[in-house]
């Protein structure tokens, strides 16, 4: 499965972005996004499940992004606001066995390109 995220951009703090995730056959998958910035981890940040569309988040981005699937459209979407500094980072979507684990990177299959997410004043 090939994966496309989009909607990146330059943002100041306290601004929102809309990512979104293409793809075919989107909605059979469990579909994570993650992210790394410069010189750091990747971290897992959201997740959203395929069976019963149950969303996770990380503590960091908890009460400020949201995840949402489209299954008409093969799309999932990351709404992101109160954007911080710390959120500036390469995002991707991904193909994930396991929300539950979405945190983890082991548990990602695969991704395409990431959308460049810069947050500055």
């Known amino acids: 499965v090939q994966l496309q995220a989009s909607g990146g951009g330059l943002v100041q703090p306290g601004g929102s972005l809309r990512l979104s995730c293409e793809a075919s056959?989107?909605?059979?998958?469990?579909i994570g996004w993650f992210r790394q910035a410069p010189g750091k981890e990747r971290e897992g940040v959201s997740c959203?499940?395929?069976?019963?569309?149950?969303?996770y988040y990380s503590d960091s981005v908890k009460g400020r992004f949201t995840i949402s699937r489209d299954a008409t459209k093969n799309m999932v979407y990351l709404q992101m606001n109160s954007l911080k500094p710390e959120d500036a980072a390469n995002y991707h979507c991904a193909t994930i066995r396991d929300c539950y684990y979405f945190y983890a990177m082991w548990a990602y299959d695969y991704w395409g390109q990431g959308t460049l997410v810069t947050v500055s004043s």
């Open positions: 959203i499940s395929s069976t019963d569309s149950s969303t």
């Open positions: 056959g989107l909605d059979s998958y469990h």
